[in-house]
């Protein structure tokens, strides 16, 4: 299986921070990789797909980059509402896996 | 708009089965794969399963295969899984989540989730 690792687990951050989140997988999946937004008691939201493209109606303050088995999500302009936990998943091959998580919580 | 909505969850014994469905609305249900991905309390996501738009192609994950059983109707617009042999493990919010209409990739729609509790 490939492991999908997430660093930090948890962030803190102030609104209008820009944050990165960053996401490793333990072996190549060229662009296959996206990115979720999970509130408590919530289903996961889609938030990037395809390692860079934005999901509609997602706020372009949320942007991926990478490829290969390095990847990052940035948020330029941290709001309110951004306070969740995130996750990265691989779609190169089965099983999809997902990464660890990482809270990005009120300093 | 689209709409995933789970149910079937329930407290059950070790060894017992359950078996958990998904409604959609708000797009052709025919046209997509879909999954089943569940989360345990307080821990990350775990691909489980999915079924591909035709109802021919299935995976699953090895910690759930030869136990858990995926499916649709789709003249019901409805997913299950029917899940055996249930284990403490096996506790977790259980989610569908609509892939896409070439393949399970990403995930862009996903239930509010339903619960199900394996205990003795």
């Known amino acids: 299986d490939i492991q999908m690792t997430q660093l930090p687990s948890t962030l803190s951050a102030s609104v209008g921070d820009r944050v990165t989140i960053t996401c490793r997988a333990s072996?190549?999946?060229?662009?296959?990789l996206a990115w979720y937004q999970q509130k408590p008691g919530k289903a996961p939201k889609l938030l990037i797909y395809?390692?860079?493209r934005l999901q509609s109606g997602v706020p372009s303050r949320f942007s991926g980059s990478g490829s290969g088995a390095e990847f990052t999500l940035t948020v330029n302009g941290l709001q309110p509402d951004d306070f969740a936990v995130y996750y990265c998943?691989?779609?190169?091959?089965?099983?999809?896996?997902f990464g660890q998580g990482t809270k990005v919580e009120f300093k | 708009q689209v709409q995933l909505v789970e149910s079937g969850g329930d407290l059950v014994k070790p060894g017992g089965s359950l078996r958990l469905s998904c409604g959609a609305s708000?797009?052709?249900?025919?046209?997509?794969?879909m999954s089943w991905i569940r989360q345990a309390p307080g821990k990350g996501l775990e691909w489980i399963s999915y079924?591909?738009?035709?109802?021919?192609?299935?995976n699953y994950a090895d910690s759930v295969r030869g136990r858990f059983t995926i499916s649709r109707d789709s003249a019901k617009n409805s997913l299950y899984l029917q899940m055996n042999s249930l284990g403490v493990e096996d506790t977790a919010i259980y989610y569908c989540?609509?892939?896409?209409?070439?393949?399970?990739?990403?995930?862009?729609?996903w239930g509010p989730g339903t619960l199900v509790t394996v205990s003795s």
């Open positions: 989540a609509r892939g896409g209409v070439a393949g399970d990739y990403f995930f862009d729609y």
């Open positions: 708000g797009f052709i249900f025919s046209d997509y794969y």
């Open positions: 079924i591909s738009s035709s109802g021919y192609v299935i």
């Open positions: 072996e190549s999946i060229s662009s296959w």
């Open positions: 395809m390692a860079s």
């Open positions: 998943q691989q779609y190169d091959r089965y099983p999809r896996t």
